[in-house]
């Protein structure tokens, strides 16, 4: 029977859950860990980050290649007050699309914050899928309530 799972995609820490048994179960990684950090870390060269742990171990010797608090830039228009507070609390660059959204600046390339998060995303459900020993082909996935159309858009 194929799972449906859960994900919380949190701005700082994410979780995936499943239901078994009728009693929703907060699925740990292998580690034993059931919250991974909302933290990716590129690496030039290679098509494989760092994501959650071991992207915020390496934040400290990476911090601009490190990104972390991506989910506030969602939607976000680069004018706004949101991106203004927010480029002052981030070691990584900010930069403006042509039709004037927020991205973020890593060694030239730029990444929508939605692809950044996509990386968290594929890493939950990688750990759903080791935990339950099948593929995962449906998720539900949060949304915050305070979230404006622009931002639930965003993350479609």
């Known amino acids: 029977m194929s799972h449906v799972i859960g994900i919380d995609l949190g701005t700082t820490i994410a979780r995936v859950a499943v239901v078994e048994d009728g009693r929703p179960v907060v699925i740990p990684d292998s580690e034993g860990r059931r919250a991974t950090p909302s933290i990716v870390t590129l690496i030039d060269g290679r098509a494989d980050h760092l994501i959650g742990q ?26 706004s007050e949101a991106i203004a507070h927010t480029r002052g ?65 965003a993350t479609k």
């Open 54 to 79: 071991p992207a915020k171990r390496q934040s400290i010797a990476n911090p601009e290649d490190t990104l972390s608090m991506v989910k506030r830039i969602i939607g976000r228009k680069f004018g």
């Open 89 to 153: 609390r981030v070691p990584f660059e900010l930069a403006e699309t042509e039709n004037g959204a927020t991205c973020l600046e890593v060694r030239g390339r730029k990444y929508a914050p939605a692809e950044i998060s996509s990386f968290v995303l594929m890493k939950l459900k990688r750990i759903a899928e080791d935990y339950l020993g099948q593929e995962i082909t449906q998720a539900v996935i949060t949304c915050p309530a305070a979230f404006d159309d622009a931002q639930r858009q």
